[in-house]
């Protein structure tokens, strides 16, 4: 049998994937090893991925000494949660009576939707601050919840999606007697599981990883998140990195497990066909 020649391109790329892999690796087996480590071996100088005195105290400190750990994990939990499910309501409602349905105006809103990409994040950080405070929702869950229910960049990409979505599926359920809330909720919107997945990917993680946010809304110690709890453990003269390191890989596992779960979507597709 005759060997199949890799070609020099692929050889080039495989290399660069790997040296990226491992570029990336690396500081996260590092950061795993740290948080079996003393403070005294972290910052000694030296790098080594086993930790020559293993401890779980870093752990036990994080869950049974810091009191508010617990609840920074729940207000972190609540709020990605609650936003995830919101965007994927909301974005995709939108998106989808920006791709299907005839209303006026509908070409200036999805204009406005496009222009709305172009503002950067910050430039919106002071308005919705005394927006909030005129509300009186700083410090709290609403604060953080309902200002990122929405997002147009994902409302763009479902827009784009359901554009692409057979009709010939919708009319089917039309001739069967679904209204169009019906044929949304339970033809469409099931089988959008690919757009949905992806979004709620991105959606959760920028909010389970939001610092800036938190910060500008959150005063009292117990409405922290988990980004704005792990600062606490830097001092002015010294770091915790060992109750630092614990912490992160606490705050990295919710992101894998998502990123797992939903991953399984992107692999294995949806085929838009009558017979499915």
Request: no cysteine; charged share 10%; proline share 5%.
């Amino acid at each position: 049998m005759k060997k199949k020649k890799i070609g020099a391109g692929k050889v080039l790329l495989y290399g660069i994937l790997i040296a990226y892999a491992i570029t990336t690796l690396v500081p996260f087996l590092w950061a795993i090893s740290s948080s079996f480590k003393t403070l005294q071996e972290i910052v000694s100088g030296t790098i080594s991925f086993i930790p020559k005195n293993f401890t779980l105290d870093n752990y036990k400190q994080i869950f049974l000494q810091q009191e508010l750990f617990p609840r920074w994990m729940f207000n972190s939990v609540v709020i990605a949660v609650s936003v995830t499910f919101l965007n994927l309501l909301f974005n995709s409602m939108a998106g989808y009576a920006l791709a299907r349905l005839a209303f006026p105006g509908k070409k200036a809103l999805f204009i406005i939707i496009l222009a709305v990409l172009m503002i950067p994040a910050q430039v919106t950080m002071i308005p919705n601050y005394l927006i909030l405070k005129s509300l009186g929702w700083l410090n709290s869950y609403q604060g953080m919840i309902v200002p990122s229910m929405i997002n147009a960049t994902f409302i763009f990409m479902m827009r784009q999606f359901f554009i692409n979505f057979p009709k010939e599926l919708e009319e089917a359920a039309e001739i069967d007697g679904l209204s169009r809330v019906g044929t949304f909720f339970r033809i469409v919107l099931p089988l959008a599981k690919p757009a949905l997945a992806a979004q709620a990917i991105f959606v959760f993680m920028g909010s389970w990883n939001d610092f800036m946010r938190p910060l500008i809304i959150m005063t009292d110690a117990e409405m922290f998140t988990l980004p704005l709890g792990l600062n606490t453990f830097k001092g002015q003269y010294i770091s915790y990195w060992n109750y630092i390191m614990a912490a992160s890989m606490v705050f990295t596992l919710p992101v894998l497990v998502i990123y797992a779960f939903f991953n399984r979507y992107f692999i294995k597709g949806v085929s838009f066909t009558g017979g499915k």
